[in-house]
């Protein structure tokens, strides 16, 4: 029997209950945590790099599945069942040695609301949201990472452009930098997500500034009108496109209209700035982190280039999800909700409401306490 999860009220937190960072240890990792009010609590993560890799694949595949077969009506018993199995495997698999450590830790913090929990790491990335501590004969789905707490990702590196900058967006009206690709190439994107975000932008509520389509025939110029695009005073640059992954990592690229290609090794190559330390919203397929023991995907180029946080996907979404993902989380942005508890709220939404869990998807690699102030 699969039991529903209730989301408790809004909570409003500021501040992160539990820091788990992970280092290199030899061959395999440390994992050190930090709460509030005990000493430090380490322990070792028995996993070589190679093993990290294939717990990602392994997470990737049982979210493959899921989205393949999430229904209107959501997903069967079964997928679930085997999503949570997958979860709870990775789940032992990197606490082996400190599970009871980690929850008694966690006891600390145990009431109607969710833990934030902020995982540190340089070569060791995980779609914690998936990760599963309950039972498995009767799956609790309030037991997924993602729905239990409220997540967030520190990348360890060396000094970036907003790292120091203040949490709080300063504005009765955000400007948000609008990327979007063709207009054939994403249904929903041109059906649903652009529309909302126009109508957002009627109701005075922030101030679209969209990127014009650029021209592959003029692709230097281009590129540099692109990379001009964040230095514009934006408190939010939101992507709509596809985004596909090559080898090396450095070819991969976003896929933006007139079927403009810009690479990671552009953005790098052009040293991107993103000036004003925006909000970044990547809602597109696979914009996290593309290699597990690496830093390297979009949400580490923008993080490093400037941005004060960034919202990405670990996994394939279908665009008709993240079409109406994306609308229900600005109402909770806009409203000066967090933003780790606006991206919680709602994939507790989706779950709730639709029994939908590709909410798990999104990845938030920012400080929890990102908002809106008007």
């Given at each position: 029997m699969l039991l529903q999860s209730e989301s408790p009220a809004y909570t409003y937190k500021y501040h992160v209950d539990l820091n788990i960072s992970i280092l290199a240890n030899g061959n395999e990792y440390e994992a050190i945590i930090f709460a509030s009010g005990i000493r430090p609590q380490i322990f070792p993560i028995n996993l070589t790099h190679h093993q990290v890799d294939e717990l990602?694949?392994?997470?990737?595949?049982?979210?493959?599945?899921?989205?393949?077969?999430?229904e209107e009506d959501g997903v069967s018993d079964d997928i679930l069942s085997s999503l949570a199995n997958t979860g709870k495997y990775a789940f032992n698999t990197i606490f082996e040695n400190g599970a009871s450590t980690l929850y008694q830790v966690l006891k600390l913090f145990h009431t109607e609301k969710p833990t934030t929990i902020e995982i540190a790491t340089r070569d060791f990335f995980l779609p914690w949201e998936l990760l599963y501590d309950g039972p498995l004969d009767r799956v609790e789905v309030s037991h997924f990472w993602g729905i239990r707490h409220i997540l967030s990702r520190t990348i360890m590196q060396k000094e970036r452009p907003g790292a120091m900058v203040s949490p709080l967006l300063q504005s009765s009206r955000p400007k948000v930098g609008l990327i979007t690709c063709n207009e054939n190439a994403l249904e929903f994107v041109v059906s649903r997500e652009i529309p909302m975000l126009q109508e957002l932008g009627r109701q005075g509520l922030i101030f679209l500034f969209p990127l014009r389509p650029l021209n592959a025939e003029q692709r230097h110029k281009?590129?540099?009108?692109?990379?001009?695009?964040?230095?514009?005073?934006?408190?939010?640059?939101?992507?709509?496109?596809?985004?596909?992954?090559?080898k090396p990592?450095?070819?991969?690229?976003?896929?933006?209209?007139?079927d403009f290609h810009i690479t990671i090794e552009d953005f790098r190559a052009r040293n991107l700035v993103v000036k004003y330390n925006p909000l970044v919203i990547l809602n597109a397929c696979l914009t996290g982190m593309i290699d597990?023991?690496?830093?390297?995907?979009?949400?580490?180029?923008f993080w490093k280039g400037g941005a004060r946080g960034v919202v990405a996907t670990e996994f394939q979404v279908p665009d008709w999800f993240a079409a109406t993902f994306v609308e229900k989380f600005y109402e909770h942005l806009l409203s000066g909700v967090p933003l780790g508890e606006s991206i919680w709220a709602t994939r507790s939404y989706f779950w709730e409401q639709h029994r939908n869990p590709?909410?798990?998807?999104?990845?938030?690699?920012?400080?929890?306490?990102?908002?809106?102030v008007k």
């Open positions: 990602n694949e392994a997470l990737k595949q049982a979210i493959e599945e899921v989205r393949r077969n999430c281009e590129l540099e009108y692109f990379i001009h695009f964040f230095g514009e005073e934006l408190q939010i640059a939101h992507l709509a496109c596809h985004a596909f992954e090559q990592d450095s070819q991969s690229y976003l896929d933006i209209a007139n597990s023991l690496h830093i390297s995907g979009w949400a580490s180029e590709l909410g798990l998807a999104y990845a938030l690699y920012a400080p929890l306490a990102i908002r809106i």
